[in-house]
Nanobody
């Protein structure tokens, strides 16, 4: 199965910002719902944000609303997760994945496939 490729993670201080990228050269991301998920040490993977196919309609978890924004760049075949006002609780490995209409269930990772290797985000002073 083709994997998506995440990038953009790193170490950032509380209150800082990062932009994560999700891309592939194997298929058109605009044809799919794309979700961002994260998994912190010792915790289950959770849905963060999702953008629906052929649209700018998005869904986000309450924990990140107003701080994170998901978007598409069709020309670059890339989905971004802009993260602002980062908190230590945001520390996790962040993954993107693709789905057919998965945003309706964006908190459930069973609806998604083509998982990438993830990118580490660490928020610490």
């Amino acid at each position: 199965q083709v994997q998506l490729v995440e990038s953009g993670g790193g170490l950032v201080q509380p209150g800082g910002s990062l932009r994560l990228s999700c891309t592939t050269s194997h298929f058109n991301l605009d044809n799919y719902d794309i979700g961002w998920f994260r998994q912190a040490p010792g915790k289950e993977r959770e849905g963060v944000s999702c953008i629906r196919s052929h649209s700018d309609i998005t869904d986000s978890a309450d924990a990140v609303k107003g701080r994170f924004a998901i978007s598409r760049d069709k020309a670059e075949n890339t989905v971004y997760l802009q993260m602002s006002s980062l908190e230590p609780e945001d520390t996790a490995v962040y993954y993107c994945a693709a789905s057919i209409m998965g945003c309706t269930h964006y908190s459930d990772d069973r609806y998604f496939a083509n998982w990438g290797q993830g990118t580490q985000v660490t928020v610490s002073s």
